[in-house]
DNA sequence: CTCCAGAGACGTACACCGTACGTATCCATC
DNA sequence: GATGGATACGTACGGTGTACGTCTCTGGAG
């Protein structure tokens, strides 16, 4: 009988927590249970079972992000926000980005954004078969952004624990590698992430003026 | 005793087909031996781990990649004909996408294709800097967009078994998404890709043109 | 008040997983 | 012939998700 009744929110909550203490492949029902001093199957009242439970758990994630969007504002700096935010709320859970990115989502949580930047583009003039087109190329951008931040991706770049460096490859084989190595070996996600969100937005622009 | 003795191929080989066949999820020690008709222990004779393996299975995939590389020809239609590679061999081996996308590799077969579009991006004029800030941005929309069609990755879209739909959703809440339901719940990935990768090539273009 | 139904917490049990370890078999070499 | 190294294999351990049965508590109905 814990102090606090079990609930699914407690549930979720638990679970986002361990998936950013120990990652992704840490979370068992177990491990949540002992977390949540409960008993295995006690979760199973409050969620069907753990595909759900991590369906939960992206739904919870994604709920999070804060659109502060201004209807008044240019349409190039609303999509912008737009995807700043998303890239805001997975550099905040790290960890659960992945399975955020790994699951479709139905839900409320899900359609959300993609109404929200429906709705920027059409205003902006675009028709809606452009909007959707446009629409996936930024979130198949945004998605793949997001998986080398986390560190899962070919990143190629700078190795998971530092100690093995791109500059170690075969000079012969591999001469641009070999050459660019210092600049492979550091990135600025950030920096990196705004470079490739204003070539998409100046390519939408120039599309829009024709 | 197998008429042809266990070896590593083989079982990468067999690791791949099950995957294609059964999906990531399916894929098992007991399963891979069974499939070879040899026993679980005898495939760590060849194979260190289930991870290595793994590996090893994203490895070969990419290895498969056929870059038709013309030095000769035109830097945009060399990065579109890589970029095209690479979703060439994602879209033969659909369910083994996501194995290779969510590893990162510091192998010849993972080196190759950076090598490859760091040099095309330098011979067309580009800095070091600007060569690697774009492969970036063009590796991010292209894993974004092979998960997409992968089927993982919120497509929002059409739904994994096409019984349920877009226009299911409510349209007060959702008008844009209820009112683009047609467009969002198709979806011809190899346009869309295209589509995509010609605003990143033309973005990337007028940067040239500085 | 009693009684009883429903909900929630829990333990047990099962099938499956990755893999550490010990063993049996073959073959090339000394 | 003896030996040592691959290789195939079986057993066993600790982990997983979850189906199922049981216990306890609580809140009305009679």
């Known amino acids: 009988m814990p102090v606090q ?4 929110p407690r549930i979720v909550a638990s679970a986002i927590a361990l998936i950013e203490r120990e990652g992704a492949d840490a979370v068992s029902m177990r491990a949540i249970a002992a977390d949540l001093g409960v008993g295995v ?23 999070q992000i804060e659109f502060t969007d201004d209807p008044d504002a240019e349409w190039t700096d609303r999509v912008r926000m737009q995807a700043l935010a998303f890239r805001q709320i997975a550099s905040h859970y790290p960890r659960c980005t992945m399975v955020v990115v790994s699951r479709q989502l139905r839900s409320t949580a899900g359609l959300l954004p993609v109404e929200r930047a429906l709705d920027t583009l059409r205003q902006a003039g675009f028709g809606g078969d452009e909007a959707v087109r446009a629409l996936r190329v930024f979130i198949a951008y945004i998605v793949g952004s997001l998986l080398r931040e986390v560190g899962v991706t070919p990143t190629f770049a700078p190795v998971h624990r530092s100690d093995v460096r791109v500059d170690e490859v075969d000079p012969v084989l591999f001469p641009q590698v070999g050459e660019l190595a210092p600049i492979l070996d550091e990135c600025d996600h950030e920096a ?12 939408m622009a120039v599309r829009l003026n024709r």
């Open 192 to 203: 990196e992430f705004a470079f490739g969100l204003e070539m998409l937005i100046q390519a």
């Open 5 to 8: 009744p079990l609930s699914r």
């Open 41 to 63: 199957m006690s979760l199973y009242n409050h969620v069907p079972n753990k595909e759900a439970l991590l369906d939960a758990v992206a739904e919870t994630v994604l709920s």
